[in-house]
């Protein structure tokens, strides 16, 4: 099993910033990407940013230019800084690990909250 503690969310101003980081802990697999994802009230859960096992990355759009996700793969952790937040980012912001090939396995953290509101 794996274990994924998330921090860092909280409230900010439109235009603010916000840090939001993930530790994994317990039987971490070798190869593995991470990535973050949100859900806002009344909406579905959407995919905010990806990082691969190699590094890559992808944003969904609304986030592009804003948003930027980096690893630390002797840590085990994954950090998503938000800059020029706006209201339509407030959700409850989760961090994903994830495995690929035959049987793809998905763990998830509890979630932390990140309101943009003046």
């Known amino acids: 099993q794996v274990q994924l503690v998330e921090s860092g969310g909280g409230l900010v101003q439109p235009g603010g910033s916000l840090r939001l980081s993930c530790a994994a802990s317990?039987?971490?697999?070798?190869?593995?990407?991470m990535g973050w994802y949100r859900q806002a009230p009344g909406k579905q859960h959407e995919l905010v940013s990806i990082?691969?096992?190699?590094?890559?990355?992808n944003y969904r759009d609304s986030v592009k230019g804003r948003f930027t996700i980096s690893r630390d793969n002797a840590k085990n952790t994954v950090s998503l800084q938000m800059n020029s937040l706006k209201p339509e980012d407030t959700a409850v912001y989760y961090c994903?690990?994830?495995?690929?090939?035959?049987?793809?396995?998905?763990?998830w953290g509890q979630g932390t909250q990140v309101t943009v509101s003046s």
């Open positions: 317990g039987s971490i697999p070798s190869i593995y990407g």
């Open positions: 994903n690990l994830y495995t690929l090939g035959t049987v793809p396995v998905n763990y």
């Open positions: 990082i691969t096992s190699r590094g890559s990355t």
